[in-house]
């Protein structure tokens, strides 16, 4: 049974950088394609961009200039980096697996941006 | 982008009801379309996939249906475990968007 888990650092300043990390347990990370997504406070859900474990990457658009996904197959997980946040970054951040669909999430981590 | 709208935003409805929640797109997605379950601090959870396709081990009270731009989750017999906020997700293209999301409470 795939299971994903999500750590970082819950207390990020303005204008630094988010850095988390998605571990995978039951599956191997190069099997499929895996996602983070973020929800906000009043519960809307954006997704934040993808990746293959050859590197392909796909971003939203609108933090796509912020945004950087990297994986390491050799530790079987997958990392998130979001530069210069603001407020309106401070969000619960999931990290899933894509299976044609987002079938198997993390438990999410909470990220407040706060100094 | 494709911009989801999802309706209602809040629904109250009895134990045993048929509840019913739409989602339409601003432009046809064929049928890439998801349906997910999201209870108070947990993940959201998949329930229906390509519009129509229950996902393993989801109860079969739960039914999707639609293509093109208009679709539907339905919940044949509502159950006091059903009480959740519930979201589409369209996969078409990237960016994927999802809906609003539908409070379903209990009356």
């Known amino acids: 049974q795939v299971q994903l888990q999500e750590s970082g650092p819950g207390l990020v300043k303005p204008s630094e950088t988010l850095s988390l990390t998605c571990i995978v347990s039951?599956?191997?990370?190069?099997?499929?394609?895996w996602s983070w997504i973020r929800q906000f406070p009043v519960e809307g859900l954006e997704w934040i961009g993808f990746?293959?474990?050859?590197?392909?990457?796909n971003y939203n658009p609108s933090l796509k200039s912020r945004v950087t996904i990297s994986i390491d197959t050799s530790t079987n997980q997958f990392s998130l980096k979001l530069t210069s946040v603001t407020a309106a970054d401070t969000a619960v951040y999931y990290c899933?697996?894509?299976?044609?669909?987002?079938?198997?999430w993390g438990q999410g981590t909470t990220v407040t941006v706060s100094s | 982008d494709i911009q989801m709208t999802q309706s209602p935003s809040t629904l109250s409805a009895s134990v045993g009801d048929r509840v019913t929640i739409t989602c339409r797109a601003s432009?046809?997605?064929?049928?890439?379309l998801a349906w997910y379950q999201q209870k108070p601090g947990k993940a959201p959870k998949l329930l229906i996939y390509e519009a129509s396709n229950l996902e393993s081990g989801v109860p079969s009270r739960f039914s999707g249906s639609g293509s093109g731009t208009e679709f539907t989750l339905t919940i044949s017999s509502l159950r006091p475990d059903d009480c959740a906020t519930y979201y589409c997700l369209r996969y078409n293209t990237y960016p994927w968007t999802f809906g609003q999301g539908t409070r379903v409470e209990i009356k």
């Open positions: 990746i293959h474990y050859t590197g392909t990457t």
């Open positions: 899933a697996r894509m299976k044609g669909v987002l079938d198997v």
């Open positions: 039951g599956d191997s990370i190069s099997n499929y394609y």
């Open positions: 432009q046809n997605i064929n049928y890439w």
